[in-house]
């Protein structure tokens, strides 16, 4: 069963959702991932959305341009928390998404990660599935603990070349 909904509402979405997903992958976390337009679908999205609880949903992911009303929708009608993500968008380069998407109504809060910050929000589902999974916390410190050695790693190297041939190996 799976634990995270990640949802957007077009393709072109997919190469940023997918860095979501990757991280779930990473911690063993079950997840179920579709293509859903709020705009062009009301009903399959509001039964998705509503019917998450039910799956065994526990975090939604959500990833919207634009307009962005996916995140916010998902906040409405799922119990649970909801991570947004705003999508880089041609006009306004993602402003108009990652506004549309923080800028919640009072009640209906919707955690916002950078644009195209799919990542992070799959670390972030992770983070709150620990707080009731001890098995998944022990691995977000493991995670944590090889991040800050990877860069211990870099800084001795930067000391040992310089920074003017760090990057030429």
């Known amino acids: 069963m799976a634990q995270v909904g990640i949802v957007m509402g077009s393709d072109s979405d997919l190469s940023v959702m997918s860095k979501a997903a990757e991280v779930l992958d990473e911690f063993g976390i079950s997840y179920e991932m579709h293509i859903i337009s709020a705009h062009r679908e009301p009903d399959l999205f509001f039964q998705w959305a509503k019917g998450a609880e039910e799956r065994g949903i526990k975090v939604i992911i959500a990833g919207a341009g634009m307009a962005a009303h996916l995140p916010g ?69 493991e995670y944590s603990a090889k991040m800050a050695s990877e860069v211990e790693a870099k800084d001795a190297r930067l000391q040992e070349k310089g920074f003017k041939n760090y990057k030429k190996d």
């Open 73 to 141: 929708m998902c906040a409405a009608l799922f119990p649970m928390p909801v991570i947004g993500i705003p999508m880089h968008t041609t006009s306004l380069g993602g402003r108009d998404s990652l506004y549309s998407i923080v800028q919640m109504p009072s009640g209906i809060p919707v955690a916002t990660v950078a644009i195209g910050g799919a990542k992070n929000a799959g670390i972030l589902a992770a983070k709150i599935l620990a707080v009731s999974d001890p098995d998944l916390l022990a691995r977000l410190k």
